[in-house]
């Protein structure tokens, strides 16, 4: 069966440079979630989106920005990264509505040198 | 606000002993939902069971069991016969923002460590 595809799956940039992490949901999935997992933390909810249009918002740095394309893929862009960005990025997609599951993506590390 | 603790940090076990990992929640909601995340050393977040706050029926899945108590507060998680594959970080994790939402506060994580 088909997962949640992120990519990539690794990434090293450095500060002050900027970042794109995209995520392929589920399909048929209409919500997209996006977590941030630093070093030894656990996943902090960053953002959603349900059917294109954000639908929740967490912690969510200012210099983070997201979105959701018509073919339901989404992307995290990230700017003036910082060292403190370094972390596992998951994407989650489900359908907001029933009794159903979140399928995760194996993230992305990124790495900020 | 919602809030979930795993007050245990670390747990060493040997194999085949059983292992229980605690998990205590806070919402102010009437309905939520409860989850459990196996997180391996390879990083992936794996699903192991979605629970809604008006079942507290006890689950059972092989070697896995899970023990929800409204009135504590509580949803436990037992891995009876442990193995060596069974190590990795355990989350529990709430999500009241709605019916399907997984919008998740996670606690800190269990970090379990079944020695041969």
């Known amino acids: 069966a088909a997962g949640v595809i992120q990519s990539p799956r690794h990434l090293i940039k450095e500060k002050r440079e900027t970042a794109t992490l995209k995520c392929y949901p589920i399909p048929r999935h209409d919500t997209v979630y996006w977590y941030q997992q630093g070093p030894g933390q656990d996943p902090q909810f960053l953002i959603s989106?349900?059917?294109?249009?954000?639908?929740d918002k967490g912690s969510i740095p200012d210099r983070f920005s997201a979105q959701q394309f018509s073919d339901y893929h989404s992307e995290l862009n990230m700017s003036s990264l910082e060292l403190g960005d370094s972390a596992l990025y998951f994407c989650?997609?489900?359908?907001?509505?029933?009794?159903?599951?979140?399928?995760f993506g194996q993230g992305t590390r990124l790495t900020v040198v | 606000a919602q809030k979930v603790t795993q007050a245990q940090t670390e747990i060493s076990v040997v194999e085949k002993e059983d292992v229980t990992l605690d998990c205590v929640y806070e919402?102010?909601?009437?309905?939520?939902?409860l989850f459990w995340y196996k997180q391996p050393p390879s990083g992936e977040l794996v699903f192991l069971i979605r629970r809604n706050s008006f079942d507290e029926q006890n689950e059972i899945s092989g070697r896995y069991s899970w023990n929800f108590q409204k009135s504590t507060s509580s949803f436990n998680f037992t891995i009876t016969a442990s193995q060596v594959v069974d190590s990795a970080v355990y989350f529990c994790a709430l999500s009241d923002s709605g019916a399907g939402s997984y919008q998740l506060t996670f606690g800190k994580g269990t970090k379990l460590s079944v020695i041969p």
């Open positions: 989650a997609s489900s359908f907001l509505t029933g009794n159903t599951e979140a399928f």
């Open positions: 989106f349900y059917e294109k249009m954000q639908s």
């Open positions: 919402t102010r909601d009437t309905t939520y939902y």
